[in-house]
């Protein structure tokens, strides 16, 4: 059966290779729905190709120009932040896939949740900040949410070789970003083109930021432990340059399982769409005709501060996960914007955590507020 798919964030890193997916199972998806943030052009050539039903600008004046520009077509064009949460309950739609960028994806992921649709989630800031009552959601609709992170997913396909009480500890793998091994001394200077040149992947400015400080692996850590209901000690990282183990499932019996592709985001955005079942692709494939050598070194504690400071997050909970994406959220706007150094980021975003007052188990209207409160005290401090 042709399955309606709805694609949040249709013109970035994750959304447009999405749509690739898509053109190469046209018997299996029509898109039905999608969303950006302002960029109406590209937007515009993704409604010609794929005649979505439905589509959403957050950007209210470029919603306003779209709407002039495919007046020849059918198709409805919403806007804002009620646009987008419209669109993830769109009743034509099967699956959304989640690929906003940042704490704009929580209220379109809990709309979709709610209207039963199937969620294929790259967006990792929703599990950071609400990753409670997300999963809490899901499980009172019956919603699958299936991981597309490349990491979560590799759990996801490991956790199949036992059973839920035989797990150990999942271990994440890190590639360390464009500055592994390099000295603090060395970083001072680092400009946003060396910083958002990763060595591994092509991806959106902000989590190639978030690798580069590996705030994206502490990230990854507390959407570990949301997604599989994983306790913090049952999260380790591991440094892993190449890329190529995505990561790993370590058993009772001491039986570790990997997950080992090519760094590319195609195959876990398949499988998410795919899944239960696995479809042949004419992607790249991992040559075992050449020799590799995999290396992987332990990430200690008190080297990699963001990481150290995911972790934290983690362990008192309640809004702090909130706090410290939304402060990094500012903080790596203003390393883009040359108003802070990389350094900075980390001494910033423990600071805010600092001055943060905890909520303990809160409601969403809280967890707004607490992202609210990290945003205007991040810029009051820089
Ligand atoms: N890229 C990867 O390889 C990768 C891997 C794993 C996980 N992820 C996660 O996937 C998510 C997307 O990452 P990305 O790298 O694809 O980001 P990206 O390239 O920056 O793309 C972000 C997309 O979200 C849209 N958008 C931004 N704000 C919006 C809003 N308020 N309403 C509607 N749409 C909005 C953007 O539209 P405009 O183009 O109009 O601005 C763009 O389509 C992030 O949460 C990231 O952590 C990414």
Same mark, same amino acid.
């Given at each position: ?73 059918? +198709?409805? +064009? ?22 906003? /960028? ?30 409670? #009552? ?10 699958? #949410? ?43 200077? %680092? ?38 209901? $994983? ?7 591991? #440094? ?68 150290? $400071? ?12 909130? /706090? ?24 910033? $975003? ?17 967890? %707004? ?14």
């Amino acid at each position: 059966m042709l399955q309606q798919v709805a694609i949040l964030g249709s013109t970035g890193s994750i959304g447009t290779q999405a749509l690739k997916i898509i053109q190469q199972f046209p018997d299996r998806f029509s898109v039905c729905a999608l969303a950006t943030g302002s960029n109406i052009t590209l937007l515009e050539e993704q409604i010609r190709n794929f005649k979505p039903e439905i589509v959403s600008v957050f950007n209210e004046d470029q919603a306003v120009t779209l709407r002039r520009r495919v007046a020849d077509l059918p +198709v409805k +064009v919403l806007t804002g932040a009620k646009g987008l949460v419209e669109l993830s309950a769109w009743p034509g739609v099967d699956v959304v896939i989640v690929a906003v /960028v940042g704490f704009s994806g929580v209220m379109p992921t809990l709309s979709a949740i709610r209207a039963g649709k199937k969620v294929a989630l790259a967006n990792k800031e929703t599990l950071v900040v609400a990753g409670e #009552i997300v999963m809490a959601e899901a499980r009172r609709h019956n919603t699958v #949410i299936l991981p597309i992170d490349s990491e979560h997913s590799a759990i996801f396909q490991c956790f199949h070789a036992g059973g839920s009480g035989e797990l150990k500890r999942v271990i994440l793998t890190a590639s360390g970003g464009p500055f592994l091994g390099k000295k603090r001394e060395e970083l001072a200077a %680092v400009t946003p083109e060396q910083a958002l040149r990763h060595p591994n992947w092509r991806m959106g400015p902000r989590i190639s930021i978030d690798s580069a400080t590996l705030m994206n692996k502490g990230f990854e850590v507390i959407e570990a432990c949301r997604l599989f209901a $994983l306790e913090t000690s049952q999260v380790q990282v591991v #440094i892993h340059p190449e890329s190529i183990v995505h990561s790993m499932v370590e058993f009772i019996d001491g039986s570790i399982v990997a997950q080992l592709g090519l760094p590319d985001m195609l195959l876990p955005i398949q499988y998410a769409l795919s899944y239960p079942q696995r479809w042949p692709n004419p992607f790249p494939r991992f040559d075992w005709d050449r020799n590799h050598t995999l290396h992987f070194y332990p990430a200690a504690k008190g080297e990699y501060p963001c990481l150290d $400071l995911a972790y934290q997050a983690l362990q008192v909970g309640g809004t702090l996960p909130a /706090v410290l994406n939304g402060a990094d959220e500012i903080a790596v706007r203003s390393f883009l914007e040359g108003r802070i150094t990389l350094m900075q980021i980390p001494a910033l $975003l423990a600071e805010v955590m600092s001055r943060h007052e905890v909520i303990q188990h809160p409601s969403l209207e809280d967890i %707004v507020e607490a992202d609210c409160w990290a945003r205007k005290e991040t810029e009051r401090i820089i």
